[in-house]
Nanobody, 124 residues
Framework: QVQLQESGGGLVQAGGSLRLSCAVSFDTFSRYSFGWFRQGPGKEREFVAFISFSGANTYLAEPVKGRFTISRDNAKNTVSLQMNSLKPEDTAVYYC?????????????????WGQGTQVTVSS
């Protein structure tokens, strides 16, 4: 059974940093690409970041470019999201997920095995 568990969320002041981690519990971790999405209060879930199976390709949503970095450690089966210069509008539940279908990396439909999410709250 594939399980993804996010951690690292919390309450931070604007301008601060957080590092989210996603622990993945299946053996073929290195064969898959992963994504991070977020859902803010009263908003739809939106794409945040993508990393390919090798880590060679990464993509970030426009609102977080220059502030967030996605990375992975294939030896530890983890995907991380480093978030710097946080803004109140970054407040959301953040989810990691595994890409299992061909299609656009920013589409939720190509992912499965969503974690339960971790809450990030940025105060002004």
């Amino acid at each position: 059974q594939v399980q993804l568990q996010e951690s690292g969320g919390g309450l931070v002041q604007a301008g601060g940093s957080l590092r989210l981690s996603c622990a993945v519990s299946f053996d073929t971790f290195s064969r898959y690409s992963f994504g991070w999405f977020r859902q803010g209060p009263g908003k739809e879930r939106e794409f945040v970041a993508f990393i390919s199976f090798s880590g060679a390709n990464t993509y970030l949503a426009e609102p977080v470019k220059g502030r967030f970095t996605i990375s992975r450690d294939n030896a530890k089966n983890t995907v991380s999201l480093q978030m710097n210069s946080l803004k109140p509008e970054d407040t959301a539940v953040y989810y990691c997920c595994r890409k299992v279908r061909d299609g656009f990396y920013y589409s939720q439909n190509v992912y499965d095995s969503w974690g339960q999410g971790t809450q990030v709250t940025v105060s002004s």
